[in-house]
C-alpha cells in the first residue's frame, strides 16, 4: 500500500491502483504523506532538469547522492551550512539569524538563484567548503560567491572528508551536507 514514496510518487504521476488510493485516502495522515510525496517529486523534477546536458553535475550528484546515502543515519542534527541571502528567509520554518537558509549534516539542498546574487556562506565545524561548476570543482576561496555568466548550475558542499577533490573529500568523509543552487529560470513551482 501507498506507505512508501516510489508508490506515493507513482499515484502523483496519475498511476497507483484502486486499493493504493483507498489505502491511501483511508489513512489519518494521508496528507501529510501525499504533501512529502510531492516535495520528494518537486526535488527530483528540478535536480532533472538541472543535469539535463550537464554530465559534469550529473557525475558529481552521483557521488553526492552515494555520500549522503553512506553518512546520513549516522550525521549529527546539527546545522552544517548557512547560506545567507534575504530571499531565503521565506522558505524556513523558524528563521535562523540574519534570514539565512540552514543545511543540516546528512541533507541536500536545491534553490534558484540568478546572476549577481551574492552568496554568503557559513560553517560552524570551520570545514573548507567546496564547489563544482562546469568550470571544475575546489575548495570556496572566501565566505562568498557572486554568481557570475557560467556559474550555474553551482554546487556548494561541505565534508569532513580529506582529499585534494571533491570526488576524493566525498569518498572518505563520514558528514556531508549540499546545496544545489539553479538559474531562476530553472525553479519549479
Known amino acids: 500500500m501507498p506507505t512508501v514514496l516510489p508508490e506515493l ?20 495522515d494521508a496528507e501529510n504523506r501525499w504533501n512529502l510525496a510531492r516535495r520528494q517529486r518537486t526535488t527530483i523534477d528540478a535536480v532533472a532538469e538541472g543535469v539535463r546536458d550537464r554530465s559534469w553535475l550529473a557525475e558529481r550528484l552521483l ?14 542534527a546539527e546545522t552544517a551550512l548557512t547560506l545567507c541571502q534575504p530571499e531565503f528567509a521565506g522558505l524556513l520554518r523558524e528563521p535562523p539569524p540574519r534570514g539565512g537558509l ?15 546574487a551574492v ?6 565545524s570551520n570545514l ?9 570543482d575546489g575548495v ?39 546545496c544545489l543552487f539553479l538559474p531562476e529560470a530553472e525553479k519549479h513551482p
Open 63 to 76: 557521488v553526492l547522492g552515494r555520500a549522503l546515502r553512506r553518512t546520513s543515519a549516522t550525521a549529527p
Open 102 to 116: 540552514t543545511i543540516a549534516w546528512g541533507q541536500r539542498a536545491i534553490h534558484p538563484t540568478d546572476l549577481g
Open 9 to 28: 510518487d507513482e499515484m502523483l504521476r496519475g498511476g497507483g491502483d484502486e486499493a493504493a488510493w483507498l489505502d491511501l485516502l483511508g489513512r489519518r
Open 119 to 124: 552568496l554568503r556562506v557559513a560553517s560552524p
Open 140 to 178: 570556496l576561496p572566501g565566505a562568498g560567491w557572486r554568481v557570475e555568466e557560467g556559474d550555474l548550475p553551482l554546487l556548494l558542499v561541505i565534508s569532513n572528508g580529506e582529499g585534494d577533490s571533491l570526488r576524493a573529500c566525498l569518498g572518505s568523509a563520514t558528514m556531508v551536507a549540499a
Open 128 to 136: 573548507p567548503i567546496w564547489y563544482a561548476t562546469r568550470a571544475g
